[in-house]
């Protein structure tokens, strides 16, 4: 079985995540997002609006323009859950052809854990040294043992497809996994998620250290609105509606008004009498003269106009 290849990210004791290859990235969720437009005829900061805008509103199919194939080595417990996912296409190493190797996993003492009592599907609190040495002796007594009968009935000629059944899911397999950018981040967002195994989790966060270089703005718009947006229930939204005082909202709107006359100048610099109207028009209600005050202040946070006013909607949906 394959070593862990210099340009792989070493993954537990002895798997790894490897890019392979990558087709596209940002340009291309750009590029099909706008079909005909083709390359080279946006600004780097417009195709980073664009590519957030999908994001936000699920706009999914332009990221399943890029791909990404990787070369992965997992025991097999992880492939398991790993190929729950179903849109990846997949080429597994074969233990009906080739022979199995001697190779296992071995949970570090450190991820040796109970039960967790309120999560049953997680582990919880410090086992002491002698139960960990008695886990670690258990999984290389097990490893050794089945694997001496299944080199003993190879050797006697017992096909190898019959004969693997004797290994523990522990053992090492290995495969060439390929997905694109849309089902991949669904994967992440599952796997590298704090309620998903650990073991699988750190093949998740070595995948996404590839998004991350290969579609930049894609990852950071999947960051702020999947991995750090949030989504209300209609009754968390009731709550809001009843619990909020307007005021506080009235506050938020205010600010909402400010950022986006902000970002508007920026985009197109306005002179400087055009600057309160512009305000107004945004639902701004400061006087003229605390306008002045705050816009001087040089605090006003710059945004997306796009984002800014779908906020405001949201903010004036609660309101009512
Ligand atoms: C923390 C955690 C705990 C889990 N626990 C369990 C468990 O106890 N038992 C268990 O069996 N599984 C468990 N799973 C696996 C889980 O139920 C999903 O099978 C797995 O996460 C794959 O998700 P998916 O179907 O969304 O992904 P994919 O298979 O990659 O599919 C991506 C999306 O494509 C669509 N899709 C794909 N195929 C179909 C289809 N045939 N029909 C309709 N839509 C489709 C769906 O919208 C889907 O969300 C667990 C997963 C996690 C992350």
Redesign the pocket.
Known sequence: MTQVPEDAIKCLDKGFVRLVDSMGGDDAIVQAARVSYGQGTSKVSQDRGLIRYLMRHRHTTPFEMVEFKFHCKMPIFVAR?WV?????NINEYSLRYSEARDEFYFPDPEHIQFQSALNK?GRSGEVPLELKQKVLDYFKEISERSFTMYQELNEEGIARELARSLLPVNIYTEWYWKNDLH?LL??IG??S?S???YEIRVYSDAMAVSVKAVAPFAWEAYQDYVVHGMRFSRIEQNLLEKQLPPRVVDDILEDVAYQITATMHKNKPRAEADLYPLYQEQGGSDSEEDFKLKWDSGEIEIGNVRELREFRSKLKKIKK
Not at 84 to 88: D, E, G, I, K, L
């Open positions: 859950q729950r996912h179903r849109t990846a599907q089902n669904h994967f599952l796997r998620d309620h998903a195994q």
